[in-house]
């Protein structure tokens, strides 16, 4: 059972370059959600999505968008990338949204943007 | 609105001695709350949760909470630090529809 699988671990970009982080579960969980992770702010969610085909956005969803085609996959696209999203991301997944369930967390993508 | 606060960034304790980390929330709701261990270079793991059942909550690895409703804290303890239990811990609120409040995390340092 490989949980929560974030693809790539590293990622170097200039700036004005796009790319897609990967993450897919394995484990038919509902909710899945990308968070970002900045010294001394805790994580702040990026975007979410409760169900195949739906998505909604988070705290800090500028420069980010997602999409949710089946159960297992929801990738993060960077559009136009800049050095303010220099961060470590996460996806975290969830058996339901509903209040009692922790998430299970990817091991993160660290993303340099230069 | 929800908030959680986690009232120090960093801990140091003896190897054998008692860990405390704090949290202390706010919500509209009767919220869930959690926490969460990550190790350096790794995802976050879940601890504990406390879900309106019983007030203490006993997590993983030892560790222990207690939901205070009246002083709005969820104090994360330990009875014995080990060198394996340094890490960042977070404290997270989750109260309403979707809304999820992670803490700033309190980082906790163990000295042989």
Redesign the interface.
């Given at each position: 059972n490989a949980g929560v699988t974030q693809t790539p671990k590293f990622q170097v970009l200039k700036t004005g370059q796009s790319m897609t982080l990967q993450c897919a579960q394995d484990m038919n969980h509902e909710y899945m959600s990308w968070y970002r992770q900045d010294p001394g702010m805790g994580l702040r969610l990026i975007h979410y999505s409760v169900g195949a085909g739906i998505t909604d956005q988070g705290e800090v969803p500028n420069g980010y968008n997602v999409s949710r085609s089946t159960t297992e996959d929801f990738p993060l696209r960077l559009l136009s990338a800049a050095p303010s999203q220099t961060s470590v991301y996460f996806c975290a997944s969830s058996y339901s949204f509903g209040e009692n369930y922790g998430y299970t967390f990817g091991s993160g993508t660290r993303l340099t943007v230069v | 609105a929800q908030s959680v606060t986690q009232l120090d960034?960093h801990v140091s304790v003896s190897e054998g001695t008692p860990v405390l980390l704090r949290c202390n929330y706010s919500s509209s709701y009767s919220?869930?709350l959690?926490w969460?261990v990550q190790h350096p270079?790794?995802?976050?793991?879940?601890l504990l949760?406390y879900?309106s059942a019983a007030t203490l909550v006993k997590g993983i690895n030892g560790f222990e909470a207690e939901f205070k409703k009246s002083e709005t804290s969820f104090h994360l303890t330990k009875p014995s630090a080990h060198m394996s239990d340094a890490a960042e811990y977070?404290c997270v609120v989750?109260?309403g529809?979707?809304k999820?409040t992670?803490?700033?995390?309190t980082k906790l340092q163990v000295i042989p």
């Open positions: - | 960034s919220p869930s959690f969460y270079n790794k995802g976050l793991q879940l949760k879900t977070f989750r109260g529809y979707q999820v992670f803490g700033t995390g």
